[in-house]
């Protein structure tokens, strides 16, 4: 369920300013060093960076005005007093009005493409990117240190340097550069939420910790408890940080072609994991129509990518190159066209800003028509004769070019007359121009759109292209009435692949480790208070059995022995030994203090799990309700398998499933632990 916001919103930053950063790594060992990913310089004055704090004031001033309508309308619903009515009534109107003066001005912003395109001179066809979603600062410090204290039984002053270090990941997560280091920020802090979701979440009750984040198009704030809302609003910056890193690639050789489908492809890839893995979004850019919407959208860019790749590769007027570019043009066409159907369902037709909606169409038409010019070249520039058996590839080919067949005359006959290839590449010719002028015509009546100088290049120079091949092919005595073209089939070479993030390939340490393993030392663990045992070593030893390493289980206690008259119970779990922390340490470093015991004996700090927390929440106080176990049991198995930890540090202890004859539980008396089984080293008695 969305809280409203509380109040007005601090300024936010720019979403990077420096495309110069090298990407970066983290350690493997194990040792949680900090982060040395960093965001960029929020003041820096770069043009993308400029664009981002006027979207951030707008987002301030929207969220302002909204608070003020909202307030207007429960006066206007509470009051009786016609007077005080007409007033109120008269300050929505004004409010109202502002509001849709800033929501404008908001979509000219979203609509400002030039600023994420490259640099180069050449001419191509602008890219359309996703501005990141902008966020409030969020301050950890009084819930993670209330929690520490209340739950885990440790003076939170200890975690000053945890604390810190977490809020200096968020705020550089909020400036990511536009390049793969930027990618790895936002990487690194979604998979730092599934540690903080671990460690600070119960299922029962929320932190405390509200999250504001600004819709992407709209600018209006969204606000919830949930940490599923924070990792959907961190995936969905990653899809538009690589919609801004396609955007930006020299399409005018083959490498930067390539580069910039792999980032549409991973743009997609994101939005379409967002889609599937989290639901009940308060947001209308994560809605599932958006979603959709951007998916499809980028699959398009990609196709259009491939489109230009074909085209750099193509330097014959060879027949079949021909018809293949005209098939390629049509299928870019064609998912365009998907696009823009997308774009006019109820709930986006309003939401999608007009530039891009105008935008699409242009590229439908533009590609259409570039498929019926590649078509006439191809009619136009090569024929077959009748005793030639040679072109059967050829044949092949243009007989499987039409959706529909033409009866008369047949496409033997058209190829091995010259008369009816130019007839019918004159008709195809035809079409060209007058969908190049219906794309010219879309783009002249959208403002945004008439701003961008290179668009209008690509558009009239296909245009006079097609032009003067019509020329060329127009005779003084040519009375005949142009023929309709056929529609051309739309066929690609290379159909768009769907890449999903991998979390894996940007590897992170729990910032909270030296809380204690996960498997035990988590949010949904109840254990009891710290118990003090001092143990004396008898004639028959401890007389306790020790398990499994990171805690150290007390398997078992001697009935009678010295644990036993000591109070260590079967079940405990050994947290330090003689002051000494051992929450991580393995199972031979444990016997070895135990070992190392002199005569006055030693002290055990140990502790008994009683459960695990499984009580269900109510659905309305969660959002994302579905999605949150599905994608955290995924992300645990990754996170896992990147580190190489086995799955009894890394368990997801999940509400909604229970894995039956896995073993992962086993009850000792009035005692909860992991399975003796799930361990890897062997049961001894000391």
């Known amino acids: 369920m969305e809280e409203p916001a509380t109040r007005q919103s601090e300024m936010s930053l720019s979403d990077g300013a420096s495309d110069d950063d090298l990407p970066l790594t983290l350690p493997t060992d194990g040792s949680h060093s900090g982060s040395i990913r960093k965001g960029c310089d929020p003041f820096a004055q770069t043009q993308r960076s400029k664009l981002q704090h006027r979207r951030a004031r707008i987002n301030q001033q929207i969220n302002k005005e909204m608070r003020m309508r909202a307030g207007a309308e429960n006066l206007f619903r509470a009051t009786s007093n016609n007077k005080v009515k007409e007033t109120v009534a008269l300050e929505l109107s004004f409010v109202n009005s502002n509001l849709q003066l800033l929501k404008e001005e908001l979509e000219e912003l979203n ?8 640099d180069s001179e050449a001419i191509n066809v602008p890219m359309i990117p996703l501005g990141l979603k902008e966020t409030k600062e969020v301050d950890f410090t009084l819930s993670v240190q209330d929690f520490i204290c209340e739950h885990y039984g440790e003076d939170s002053s200890l975690y000053d340097k945890e604390v810190k270090e977490l809020m200096e990941l968020r705020q ?43 819709d992407s198009l709209t600018g209006v704030p969204s606000c919830q408890r949930t940490l599923a809302f924070e990792k959907g609003s961190v995936l969905f910056n990653i899809g538009a940080l690589y919609t801004q890193i396609g955007a930006r690639q020299d399409r005018s050789a083959t490498a930067g072609i390539d580069k910039a489908i792999d980032a549409f492809q991973r743009a997609a890839g994101a939005f379409n994991y967002l889609k599937e893995n989290f639901s009940n979004a308060p947001s209308l850019d994560m809605s599932c129509p958006s979603l959709c919407m951007l998916v499809r959208l ?98 092949k080919a243009f007989l499987q070019f039409y959706v529909n067949v033409p009866a008369e005359p047949t496409l033997i006959q058209v190829l091995q007359d010259p008369e009816k290839s130019r007839k019918l590449g004159k008709a195809h010719l035809r079409r060209a121009v007058i969908r190049h002028e219906e794309a010219m015509r879309v783009h002249s009546l959208c403002k945004i759109l008439r701003k961008m100088d290179i668009l209008q290049d690509v558009l009239c120079l296909t245009h006079k292209r097609s032009l003067d091949k019509y020329s060329e092919l127009d005779r003084e005595d040519d009375f005949d009435e142009t023929a309709e073209a056929p529609e051309i089939q739309s066929q690609t070479h290379q159909k768009p692949d769907i890449t999903p993030p991998n979390f894996s390939t940007v590897q992170v340490s729990d910032i909270f ?35 499994g390493d990171s805690p150290v289980l007390v398997a078992g206690v001697v009935p009678g022995g010295c644990a036993a008259e000591a109070g260590l119970r079967e079940g405990d779990y050994i947290v330090a ?50 999605g949150s176990d599905k994608e955290n049991t995924r992300q645990q198995r990754l996170l896992g398998a990147a580190k190489g930890q086995s799955s009894a540090s890394l368990l997801n202890w999940n509400r909604k499933k229970k894995r039956e004859g896995s073993g992962l539980t086993r009850r000792l008396g009035s005692t909860f632990s992991l399975s003796f089984g799930s361990l890897r080293d062997t049961e001894a008695m000391y």
């Open 111 to 118: 609509s400002n493409m030039e600023v994420y395109q490259t």
């Open 172 to 214: 550089a997560m909020r400036t990511p550069s536009r390049n793969q280091a930027g990618l790895e920020l936002l990487m690194e802090y979604y998979n730092q939420l599934y540690y903080l979701d671990q460690r600070f979440f119960p299922l029962h009750r929320n932190l405390g910790v509200h999250f504001h984040w600004y």
């Open 298 to 395: 980028m699959v398009a860019q990609v196709q259009e990518c491939v489109f230009e790749r074909i085209t750099l590769t193509t330097r014959d007027t060879h027949f079949t190159s021909q018809l293949r570019l005209a098939q390629e043009a049509a299928r870019v066409s064609d998912v365009y066209l998907l696009v823009q159907q997308t774009m006019t369902q109820p709930l986006m037709k309003d939401y999608v800003p007009f530039s891009w909606a105008s935008m699409v169409q242009v590229k439908s038409e533009h590609f259409r028509a570039l498929s019926h010019y590649h078509a006439a070249v191809a009619l136009c520039e090569h024929t077959l004769s009748a005793e030639d058996g040679s072109d059967e590839e050829a044949e």
């Open 513 to 547: 480790q030296r809380l204690g393993p996960l498997s035990v030392f988590c949010a949904r663990a109840r254990w009891g208070p710290v118990r003090v045992i001092c143990l004396q070593r008898g004639e028959g030893g401890l007389g306790l059995t020790l398990r």
């Open 577 to 626: 030994v003689d002051g000494e922390d051992c929450k991580w340490s393995k199972h031979g470093e444990v016997v070895q203090m135990l070992k190392s015991c002199t005569d006055r004996g030693v002290e055990l700090s140990v502790i008994t799990l009683h459960s695990h927390d499984t009580q269900q929440v109510d659905k309305r106080t969660i959002m994302l309700s579905l």
